[in-house]
């Protein structure tokens, strides 16, 4: 017992270590290693559900209806059963899966339900430390059963989920800030997307597209470069790393004419892609209105899917086989056309009925082979009849992948990259842009997507709108003006002890720390008292280990923040070592920001006397060039008011980095002026650059 004790310590001591060093190392160094630490996890996570969802389809489909379905050229190139061995089982198994996800959901982990991309982009926006572990395993589970037994689902949403479930559980261990938590949540949803499609590159980009509608978050593409790399090559090396699809044509674009059947594919994507959002919302809608348990609507989903299946086995599993049968001119000719024009709009209704009802998977995947199918319908329809249109219908089946999801999806450009990663084809990636727009266009009119938790941008992110709002903020640290904790909770404590404790003192709740004195979690009044009331004999249940928390040095915006994602009227400030030295709260800002604004005065006070007004560009060698303002060694009295910057105006505070070509606004006394101005030009002077006004009194 005292061996375990020992090593739980250890082992605590060590995390305290990793958190002190990731808070006070450079920004390179620290998403090395948080990147590289979360790419692994989303690579092996991704060969695990894999190879799991491979086992489950096996068993399910296989083994129990006797079908065999496609697999694209990357899994094998397997072709699909002419027939259904047991055609009488096939509602039956789809409905049991869907039953089996239904209960492994709903008893155990409720938010796993439905698709796990969504889920994470919530958590990025509103409290990225609190995905629970549990979530994750039981989505694996579910989601495999799910697809595996012939639901209508992605692979995405589920590797996503374990990518960022690894995430959060990293800034909670670790106390990163929380704009690192987003970043850390962000990049575990990319690089997981990216593992499964074989797609690096698309999954690093998606990682800044998928957070908003018409906006990108670029502090998150470096790490997630750096994690979608390792998950990638971890994924290839166990799975090997041919492209997902294999693409038989040697299509050119070199017939400007064809540009008219490419917007035509836009434009059709972009109305179907609204009939995905809309139609599988709506099934979700209806589902949630039945008066039958949460757990069993999955079921009833799941049986009418398997219904539907035996007139058009396409609706099954992932798909992506199909979409390899449309890549090619002959297998696509030897599908029915009645089947080519149904596919897309029975996938939507497929997919709603398995994940929109409850159970659990990915929509990006069913997405994919809406959009594919809608290209091959085109190709179908035109191709005997009509000139310009290519002889075989891969280009018509990629550009129709990226038009319908990358517009539905709102991810454009993340969606082109990854189905040219998918395909190796970068041919059809021109007139692509074309079709892309034009879908795009077309959702964006209507303000659709199908991730509901996206925000429109980010300026409609609380963290950001308050970083651009109280700039002043950035300027005081925690430790100025935090005030010391009334009360530390030790684990162990009986329950009824803390909450006499907490009551004493006359606080909201207290941070609970381990025998060492390393924080743990909060404990909040209100969620004690129930855990008392149903009978709880220990403190320990009732702790928050999710918790966001600040560090001692960090600046006061990030408590800002910070107080935004948690419900409690407090956060916790630790030390480099991981233990609880204060607490912030929404007076504590208040004060902290009355001091921002008097040194803010006192600064152009300094300078109002004898001073001038100097605007200069930022050159490409200078010394503030690629530095915070903190770090930048600026002439005494100056006071930078404004930063321009791309034909935006900001205004700056200490953290703030100059770039070159930025146009700085600055008061600083006349004597200091050339000095100013050299740090911010650096050698030579830009066109521009100017000394406004006379000294200023």
């Given at each position: 017992m005292s061996t375990a004790v020992g090593r739980r310590r250890d082992v605590r001591a060590l995390v305290a270590r990793v958190a002190g060093w990731v808070t006070t190392t450079t920004y390179l160094q620290r998403w090395l290693v948080l990147g590289t630490a979360i790419g692994a996890i989303a690579g092996l996570g991704a060969v695990v559900f894999y190879d799991l969802l491979g086992v489950a389809t096996h068993v399910f489909l296989r083994d129990l209806v006797g079908y065999q379905v496609p697999t694209p050229a990357g899994e094998g190139l397997a072709r699909a059963s002419r027939s259904f061995a047991r055609a009488w089982s096939l509602p039956l198994v789809v409905g049991g899966g869907g039953l089996v996800s239904g209960l492994l959901v709903f008893r155990l982990a409720p938010e796993a339900e439905g698709h796990g991309t969504d889920a994470a982009i919530e958590a990025v926006h509103e409290n990225p430390r609190g995905i629970r572990a549990r979530a994750v395993a039981v989505k694996i589970v579910a989601s495999a059963v799910t697809i595996g037994a012939g639901g209508s689902g992605g692979r995405e949403g589920p590797t996503a989920q374990i990518s960022a479930g690894f995430a959060s559980l990293v800034a909670r261990l670790l106390n990163l800030s929380p704009a690192d938590a987003r970043i850390a949540v962000s990049t575990g949803i990319g690089s997981g997307i990216g593992a499964i499609f074989k797609a690096p590159l698309g999954g690093a980009v998606l990682a800044t597209e998928i957070l908003y509608r018409d906006d990108m978050e670029p502090e998150t593409f470096l790490p997630a470069l750096i994690a979608s790399i390792v998950s990638y090559a971890i994924f290839g090396a166990a799975e090997g790393f041919q492209p997902l699809f294999s693409t038989p044509s040697t299509y050119r674009f070199e017939d400007p004419a064809q540009l008219l059947w490419f917007a035509l594919i836009g434009a059709l994507c972009g109305l179907v892609g609204l009939l995905y959002a809309n139609g599988f919302y709506g099934i979700a809608r209806l589902f949630a209105r039945l008066r039958l348990p949460r757990a069993v609507r999955p079921a009833l989903g799941g049986l009418l899917v398997g219904l539907m299946a035996l007139a058009l086995p396409e609706v099954l599993g992932t798909g992506y086989g199909w979409v390899q049968e449309g890549l090619g001119r002959h297998a696509l000719l030897g599908l029915p056309l009645a089947a080519v024009l149904l596919i897309p709009f029975a996938r939507i209704v497929a997919t709603g009925l398995s994940i929109g009802s409850g159970g659990s998977g990915g929509i990006f995947g069913p997405g994919m082979v809406i959009g594919a199918f809608t290209g091959a319908a085109v190709w179908r329809l035109f191709e005997p009849i009509a000139p310009a249109v290519p002889h075989d219908p891969a280009p018509f089946v990629l550009i129709g992948m990226m038009a319908c999801f990358g517009s539905i999806a709102r991810a454009?450009?993340?969606?082109?990259?990854?189905?040219?990663?998918?395909?190796?084809?970068?041919?059809?990636?021109?007139?692509?842009?074309?079709?892309?727009?034009?879908?795009?266009?077309?959702?964006?009119?209507?303000?659709?997507?199908?991730?509901?938790?996206?925000?429109?941008?980010?300026?409609?992110?609380?963290?950001?709108?308050?970083?651009?709002?109280?700039?002043?903020?950035?300027?005081?640290?925690?430790?100025?003006?935090?005030?010391?904790?009334?009360?530390?909770?030790?684990?162990?404590?009986?329950?009824?002890?803390?909450?006499?404790?907490?009551?004493?003192?006359?606080?909201?709740?207290?941070?609970?720390?381990?025998?060492?004195?390393?924080?743990?979690?909060?404990?909040?009044?209100?969620?004690?008292?129930?855990?008392?009331?149903?009978?709880?004999?220990?403190?320990?249940?009732?702790?928050?280990?999710?918790?966001?928390?600040?560090?001692?040095?960090?600046?006061?915006?990030?408590?800002?923040?910070?107080?935004?994602?948690?419900?409690?009227?407090?956060?916790?400030?630790?030390?480099?070592?991981?233990?609880?030295?204060?607490?912030?709260?929404?007076?504590?800002?208040?004060?902290?920001?009355?001091?921002?604004?008097?040194?803010?005065?006192?600064?152009?006070?300094?300078?109002?006397?004898?001073?001038?007004?100097?605007?200069?560009?930022?050159?490409?060698?200078?010394?503030?060039?690629?530095?915070?303002?903190?770090?930048?060694?600026?002439?005494?009295?100056?006071?930078?008011?404004?930063?321009?910057?791309?034909?935006?105006?900001?205004?700056?505070?200490?953290?703030?980095?100059?770039?070159?070509?930025?146009?700085?606004?600055?008061?600083?006394?006349?004597?200091?002026?050339?000095?100013?101005?050299?740090?911010?030009?650096?050698?030579?002077?830009?066109?521009?650059?100017?000394?406004?006004?006379?000294?200023?009194t």
């Open positions: 454009p450009l993340a969606i082109m990259v990854m189905v040219v990663e998918m395909t190796a084809s970068l041919e059809a990636l021109a007139p692509a842009m074309l079709a892309v727009g034009i879908a795009t266009l077309i959702v964006r009119r209507s303000d659709a997507t199908i991730y509901r938790s996206q925000r429109r941008t980010r300026n409609d992110s609380p963290a950001h709108r308050l970083q651009l709002g109280m700039t002043l903020l950035g300027d005081v640290r925690c430790g100025e003006v935090m005030h010391r904790p009334r009360l530390l909770l030790r684990t162990g404590l009986p329950a009824e002890t803390a909450l006499a404790l907490i009551e004493q003192e006359g606080v909201p709740g207290a941070p609970a720390v381990n025998q060492d004195g390393l924080f743990v979690g909060t404990v909040a009044a209100s969620r004690l008292a129930r855990q008392v009331e149903q009978g709880a004999r220990r403190m320990d249940p009732a702790i928050d280990p999710t918790a966001v928390t600040v560090q001692e040095s960090a600046a006061l915006d990030t408590a800002l923040e910070a107080l935004t994602t948690t419900p409690d009227t407090w956060v916790t400030v630790l030390d480099s070592g991981q233990h609880p030295v204060g607490i912030v709260t929404t007076a504590t800002i208040v004060r902290g920001y009355r001091r921002a604004v008097e040194g803010g005065l006192g600064r152009l006070s300094a300078v109002r006397s004898g001073g001038a007004q100097l605007e200069a560009r930022v050159g490409a060698s200078a010394p503030a060039a690629h530095q915070p303002l903190r770090a930048t060694a600026l002439p005494p009295g100056t006071v930078v008011l404004s930063v321009e910057r791309g034909g935006g105006l900001f205004f700056p505070d200490g953290g703030t980095v100059l770039e070159p070509g930025d146009l700085v606004t600055a008061m600083v006394p006349a004597e200091r002026a050339d000095a100013l101005r050299a740090i911010l030009q650096g050698d030579a002077a830009e066109d521009g650059d100017r000394l406004t006004g006379s000294p200023l």
